[in-house]
Each structure stands twice: as structure tokens, then as C-alpha cells.
């Protein structure tokens, strides 16, 4: 899928040697450095970084210390960086549009975007992705008096948010590539670590982030539906907290565990993500009439086997986790590279954000 999506005016189509990708958490900020090898993609660094604390708004001169911040963690030599949006910062629809150029579609969703996006969203910057066809069910362009339209994948987010990210930047010393909706990192990563599956198979990306989950169904490498749950790790550990009487630190710690007294607790906390779940799979495959045949779950909360089973009984699909960093080349430093393996799911969507550069 590749899906670019910047938010920047023009957006660099060169092929950059090495990119900072950084997926700012509302916890913790994930980051990695890539590196281009003729046709293969290196992961050579990778960087966990307690996420700036603040009420409603970051200021660019906070941001840009923590861009500095992540810059240096990643011993990085190299200033290009792709910011990956968080989900409550930018909305994602998939929208018809007439075939037209695609500053035309910027355009037309900056003109009409209440109807397009069901939304009044004043001042923001929009894009578009125009999604390929299916190869197997060509467009018939002979057909008297056919309107031909695109599948799009549509985005927006406020100017303000972009300002204060490209000031961030520049503070920092780094150059901003473009800025990608953190939804669509799911997509562009599975796409590239498990191309067969993505190509023939109809399944549901799960991504458990802090304060969100989004939920993506892939129908034979069209994406179909996308949903953003407001249950997210953050909600399990606290009222896992609550419900046993320990402080949030422990629960963070035991959630990921198997202790049997965790089950019942965990279950009660689970169970609501897994409805909501449930409830946009089943839109999909009413709307379709076709099943989703499995899940894949990535975000630090798929450590959990517990929750995995939980999940699976929920929605009476087989939920696994999976690798992102498995189609990359790892050229990681001696700690980091026994540590990937366990930390791997979290830098799902800084993964999927590089390739929308590369």
C-alpha cells in the first residue's frame, strides 16, 4: 500500500539513504532509524522514549526537545524525519472521488469537506491516497454513460498540529519528509512482512495503542474499514489496578504475564475492546457477506498472551501477533538486537511511517 498521505506541502519524492521515523505515543514516543541498501530496507536503531507530559497541547519548543531527545538516543547522523500522527490527531476515510488529479482532490476535500468527510472540519490541510483497483475486477470503461470514480483513502488534520510540527523540526535541527496518519503504519508494515496473506486473505489489524485501538479490515489487499476504538492499554492496566487493589506500575508489569489470578480481572477489562471489536467485524462482513478469517494484534499490549485469548474468545477468530520487523534487514547494536524480538510490535506504526518515505 505505501501510502504516503503528507500533510507537507511539497513532499520530497527523493530517495532518501537514511530516515528517522517517529511514532509520537501519548506514553511513550517509538522511533526508529532506516537505512537504504540498494533495494533493501535496514533497521539499524531503534528508540523507547517516555512521551513529553502535558494537559492539551505540546508547544513546538517542548516537541522539538524531545525530537532532539530522540535523535540523540538513536545516534542518528541523519536530519530527514517522518512523523507519524497520533489517531485522535488525524482522521482517515475511505471516500469516492471523480478521477481527477490529486491536487483537484485536495482541493475539492478542502472546499467540500463536510459532505465527503461528514464532518465541518475548518481550518485543516487535507490529502489523498488514491487506492489501487483490484488487478482481478478491472473497470469496465465501456459501459454508455459509466462515471468512473476512485477509491480513496482520505485524511485531515488541523493546520495548527502541521505548523507546530514543522516548527518542532526546524527548532530541532531536523528536516520533516512529511507527517502520515499513525492508522495507516499497520497497513504498510503487514503489507510489506506478510505480502501473501495481505494479498489473498480477508483479515482485521489490530493495533491496542495507549489511549486508542484502531481496527483496519484488509479484504484481499484493499482496505475496507477502518475504526478507532477509545479503549486502549492505558484503560486495561487501570482497571486492572483498581479491580485488585494494586498500584498502576504493578498492573503494567502483571498484565503481560499468565499469573492465573490476573484472568478474571483482565477478562472484565478486555471483553469491552472485544465487543467493539466484534461490532465493527460484523458491519464489515454484513456489508460484504464475506468472514474475517483471522486478527493480527501489534502494540505493546499483543505481549499479552492472556489478552490474546481473551480476544479470541470474544470474537471467535483466531488473534495472533506478528512480526513487522520480519522483512527488514536488522543491523542493531548487540543489546538491541536480543531485545527486538520482544519489543518489535510497539514500532509497528514507525515502520509503516518509513516505508511511506522510502
Known amino acids: ?157 488541523k493546520q495548527q498540529l502541521v505548523n507546530d510540527f514543522m516548527r518542532a523540526t526546524q527548532l530541532a535541527g531536523l528536516t520533516a519528509e512529511c507527517m502520515v496518519p499513525g492508522l495507516i503504519g499497520p497497513m504498510n508494515t503487514f503489507e510489506q512482512a506478510l505480502p501473501e496473506i495481505y494479498a489473498s486473505e480477508t483479515v482485521a489489524l489490530v493495533d491496542i495503542g495507549f489511549k486508542h485501538t484502531s481496527v483496519c479490515v484488509l479484504d484481499r489487499g484493499e482496505l475496507a474499514l477502518t475504526r478507532v476504538v477509545n479503549i486502549g492499554g492505558d484503560k486495561l492496566t487501570t482497571g486492572l489496578a483498581e479491580a485488585m487493589g494494586i498500584s498502576y506500575a504493578e498492573a503494567e508489569g502483571i498484565k503481560v504475564g499468565m499469573a492465573p489470578e490476573v484472568e478474571g480481572p483482565l477478562q472484565l477489562q478486555v471483553i469491552p475492546l472485544g465487543r467493539e471489536i466484534r461490532a465493527s467485524l460484523d458491519f464489515f462482513e454484513h456489508q460484504q457477506d464475506r468472514p474475517v478469517s483471522q486478527v493480527y494484534v501489534s502494540g505493546a499490549s499483543a505481549r499479552s498472551e492472556m489478552i490474546l485469548q481473551i480476544l479470541h474468545s470474544e470474537l471467535l477468530l483466531e488473534c495472533k501477533t506478528w512480526n513487522p520487523t520480519g522483512f527488514l534487514q536488522l543491523a542493531l547494536p548487540g543489546q538491541q538486537a536480543v531485545e527486538v524480538d520482544h519489543i518489535g510490535s510497539q514500532l509497528t506504526v514507525a515502520i509503516g511511517a518509513a516505508l511511506a518515505a522510502f
Open 1 to 157: 500500500m505505501a501510502l504516503p498521505l503528507p500533510f507537507l506541502n511539497g513532499f520530497s519524492r527523493k530517495k532518501r539513504a537514511q530516515m528517522i521515523a517517529v511514532d509520537l505515543g501519548s506514553r511513550t514516543t517509538k522511533a526508529a532509524l532506516f537505512e537504504r541498501r540498494g533495494e533493501i530496507l535496514a533497521l539499524t536503531r531503534y528508540a523507547l522514549l517516555d512521551a513529553p507530559i502535558f494537559e492539551k497541547k505540546i508547544s513546538p519548543e517542548l516537541l522539538a526537545d524531545h525530537l532532539k531527545a530522540v535523535a540523540e538516543a538513536l545516534g542518528s547522523t541523519t536530519r530527514f524525519v517522518i512523523v507519524a500522527v497520533g489517531l485522535e490527531d488525524a482522521m482517515v476515510r475511505q471516500i469516492e472521488l471523480p478521477q481527477m488529479p490529486l491536487d483537484e482532490m485536495r482541493q475539492v476535500l478542502k472546499v467540500n469537506h463536510k459532505n465527503y468527510l461528514q464532518q465541518d472540519l475548518p481550518n485543516h490541510v487535507f490529502d489523498c491516497y488514491i487506492i489501487p483497483p483490484r488487478a482481478a475486477s478491472p473497470v469496465d470503461k465501456t459501459s454508455p454513460g459509466a462515471t468512473f470514480k476512485f477509491k480513496v483513502l482520505a485524511t485531515a488534520a
